[in-house]
Antibody
Framework: QVQLQQWGAGRLKPSETLSLTCAVYGGSFTGYYWSWIRQPPGKGLEWIGEISHTGSTNYNPSLKSRVTISLDTSKNQFSLKLTSVTAADTAVYYC??????WGQGTLVTVSS | QSVLTQPPSASGTPGQRVTISCSGSSSNIGSNYVYWYQQLPGTAPKLLISSNNQRPSGVPDRFSGSKSGTSASLAISGLRSEDEADYYCATWDDNLRGAVFGGGTQLTVL
């Protein structure tokens, strides 16, 4: 059974960098795409981007200039960095294996 | 503005059958698998349906999915009070080269 466990800072100030990490347990890391999705409070879901097990990335055009997704295959982990955050980036962030397996979510609040 | 279109709300009484629609285009639903999620307040989305109509282990057979052309539907039969939640559809979009979602449907069990 594939499980994703994520962690990272939950409170940031405007202009800081959001940093989250997701560890994959119980399944192969290779052969799959690993994604980040977010959900602002009271709103719907937004795909942020993904990375393949080989390191190939694809990002949502609306966030591309600020997003970096990376992976550490030795630890079966992948990470999200989002620079220059604003209040509009306040959301619950989820790590996923494409659309099938989801982490528990991390609420990130951006406030001065 | 979500790429996939869902009704914002739906309702039914216990025991009824309700359906939730999800409309897209040829670049997303028309050429990729559809997924459905149930989200209870304060929790992560729970996968109900994958690959258009496949139920993961543990999902009751009261939940079923279908797809036709550029639209998909989630049906819930034998509605129960615990089905009251938000439901989202999702798929891949070949133009965006990323996942796209519906805006969500809030289901109320009257």
């Amino acid at each position: 059974q594939v499980q994703l466990q994520q962690w990272g800072a939950g409170r940031l100030k405007p202009s800081e960098t959001l940093s989250l990490t997701c560890a994959v347990y119980g399944g192969s890391f290779t052969g799959y795409y690993w994604s980040w999705i977010r959900q602002p409070p009271g709103k719907g879901l937004e795909w942020i981007g993904e990375i393949s097990h080989t390191g190939s990335t694809n990002y949502n055009p609306s966030l591309k200039s600020r997003v970096t997704i990376s992976l550490d295959t030795s630890k079966n982990q992948f990470s999200l960095k989002l620079t220059s955050v604003t209040a509009a980036d306040t959301a619950v962030y989820y790590c996923t294996r494409r659309l099938r397996y989801w982490g528990q979510g991390t609420l990130v609040t951006v406030s001065s | 503005q979500s790429v996939l279109t869902q009704p914002p709300s739906a309702s039914g009484t216990p025991g009824q059958r309700v359906t939730i629609s999800c409309s897209g285009s040829s670049s997303n639903i028309g050429s990729n698998y559809v997924y459905w999620y149930q989200q209870l307040p304060g929790t992560a989305p729970k996968l109900l349906i994958s690959s258009n109509n496949q139920r993961p282990s543990g999902v009751p057979d009261r939940f079923s999915g279908s797809k036709s052309g550029t639209s998909a539907s989630l049906a819930i039969s034998g509605l129960r009070s615990e089905d009251e939640a938000d439901y989202y559809c999702a798929t891949w979009d070949d133009n965006l080269r990323g996942a796209v979602f519906g805006g969500g449907t809030q289901l109320t069990v009257l």
